[in-house]
């Protein structure tokens, strides 16, 4: 029955919401915090996951435009391309742009290789936990001192307000 007619979740506004690409674990928690923080999430993702809960979920390909238009890209607030893989994630922003939404783009990187990759394609922000873990990890097993800002810094690539 869930294949014929999908589960079963109501469908939001798609105003002003998050919308999750991927469906690994970084996804999957990212979208139980923000819906446990009371915020609208819609989660594009390439099948059923019964992992996103009551998460509403559309089955499609994030990199295709229709895909995002359908999924209210024009209208949210913040698009997460937390895939497990960083080219699918590079493109997915890259779609956004040619969305010509003002959305927040945030992309996941996994491997140190990719991070400059991901960087060309100008999100507003990576997320880069695995890559730095390690890191901080050494540091904090030699008893470096670890100062919360650099930490952020280095956690999140956020790239600099404009204006």
Same mark, same amino acid.
Do not use: C, Q, Y
């Given at each position: 029955?869930?294949?014929?007619?999908?589960?079963?979740?109501?469908?939001?506004?798609?105003?002003?919401?998050?919308?999750?690409?991927?469906?690994?674990?970084?996804?999957?928690?990212?979208? /139980?915090?923000?819906?446990? &923080?009371?915020?609208? #999430?819609?989660?594009?993702?390439?099948?059923?996951? $019964?992992? *996103? !809960?009551?998460?509403?979920?559309?089955?499609?390909?994030?990199?295709?435009?229709?895909?995002?238009?359908?999924?209210?890209?024009?209208?949210?607030?913040?698009?997460?391309?937390?895939?497990?893989?960083?080219?699918?994630?590079?493109?997915?922003?890259?779609?956004?742009?040619?969305?010509?939404?003002?959305?927040?783009?945030?992309?996941?990187?996994?491997? /140190?290789?990719?991070?400059? &990759?991901?960087?060309? #394609?100008?999100?507003?922000?990576?997320?880069?936990? $695995?890559? *730095? !873990?390690?890191?901080?990890?050494?540091?904090?097993?030699?008893?470096?001192?670890?100062?919360?800002?650099?930490?952020?810094?280095?956690?999140?690539?956020?790239?600099?307000?404009?204006?």
């Amino acid at each position: 029955i869930n294949k014929t007619i999908g589960f079963r979740r109501d469908r939001m506004k798609r105003i002003n919401h998050f919308i999750i690409t991927g469906n690994g674990v970084l996804a999957h928690n990212t979208a /139980r915090e923000l819906r446990h &923080r009371g915020e609208p #999430v819609l989660v594009i993702a390439p099948e059923e996951d $019964p992992n *996103f !809960g009551d998460v509403e979920l559309m089955i499609g390909d994030p990199t295709e435009l229709e895909t995002l238009r359908e999924a209210g890209g024009e209208h949210a607030r913040a698009i997460l391309a937390l895939s497990d893989d960083d080219s699918e994630n590079a493109f997915v922003i890259l779609a956004i742009r040619e969305l010509g939404s003002d959305a927040k783009k945030v992309a996941a990187v996994s491997s /140190r290789k990719n991070l400059e &990759r991901v960087r060309r #394609v100008h999100p507003d922000m990576i997320l880069a936990a $695995p890559v *730095f !873990g390690g890191e901080v990890l050494a540091m904090a097993l030699t008893e470096e001192k670890i100062d919360g800002d650099w930490l952020l810094s280095r956690f999140l690539d956020v790239k600099p307000a404009s204006g």
